[in-house]
T-cell receptor
Framework: NAGVTQTPKFRVLKTGQSMTLLCAQD?????MYWYRQDPGMGLRLIHY???????AKGEVPDGYNVSRLKKQNFLLGLESAAPSQTSVYFC??????????FGQGTRLTVV | SQKIEQNSEALNIQEGKTATLTCNYT??????LQWYRQDPGRGPVFLLL?????KEKRKERLKVTFDTTLKQSLFHITASQPADSATYLC???????????FGKGTKLSVIP
């Protein structure tokens, strides 16, 4: 039982490149979330999903896209990376009314 | 928008004392308030959840309260230990919102 797993753990991108972050969960969570965490800003919600095939915008969605084609996976895409997207990204899963389980994070640097 | 605020960025406390962290929310009351612990380089880990109709919840040395009049939750760690040093995050969820929204966190340092 791995819980919530994020891939990759670290990545360096050049400005304008694209990439996809993968979040996989084996806990049958209905809800999944993508956050970014920056110094002094706390965890800010990018996008979230309340079930397979659904996605919704969070607080800071610009520059990101997401997909939830399968219940266990939630993908976060950056189509054209910018230095402002340098951050630590966390994925989480939960059932909405109970606790959320977080992945170990992805440290992304855009140069 | 539904905001959650943790006004203290940092809190230093002597070992053995009770640490009290504050979380305030705006607008209508969330159905749930949650508290998480985050260590450097790691993802947040769930500690406690309290529902809107609950006044207090306890788990071992941890206690959380929910005051809908003050729009506030307090998180207490009794008999604090250096191992309790971490950043503590408050989050709101429910009551018509599917989002799980976090405060900026309070960094607690327990001094031996």
């Amino acid at each position: 039982n791995a819980g919530v797993t994020q891939t990759p753990k670290f990545r360096v991108l050049k400005t304008g490149q694209s990439m996809t972050l993968l979040c996989a969960q084996d806990m049958n969570h209905e809800y999944m979330y993508w956050y970014r965490q920056d110094p002094g800003m706390g965890l800010r919600l990018i996008h979230y999903s309340v079930g397979e095939g659904t996605t919704a915008k969070g607080e800071v969605p610009d520059g990101y896209n997401v997909s939830r084609l399968k219940k266990q996976n939630f993908l976060l895409g950056l189509e054209s990376a910018a230095p402002s997207q340098t951050s630590v990204y966390f994925c989480a899963g939960g059932q909405g009314s109970t606790e959320a389980f977080f992945g170990q994070g992805t440290r992304l640097t855009v140069v | 928008s539904q905001k959650i605020e943790q006004n203290s960025e940092a809190l230093n406390i002597q070992e053995g004392k009770t640490a009290t962290l504050t979380c305030n929310y705006t607008n209508y009351s969330p159905a749930y308030l949650q508290w998480y612990r985050q260590d450097p380089g790691r993802g947040p880990v769930f500690l406690l959840l309290i529902r809107e109709n609950e006044k207090e919840k306890r788990k071992e040395r941890l206690k959380v309260t929910f005051d809908t009049t003050l729009k506030q939750s307090l998180f207490h760690i009794t008999a604090s230990q250096p191992a309790d040093s971490a950043t503590y995050l408050c989050a709101r969820s429910g009551a018509g919102s599917y989002q799980l929204t976090f405060g900026k966190g309070t960094k607690l340092s327990v001094i031996p």
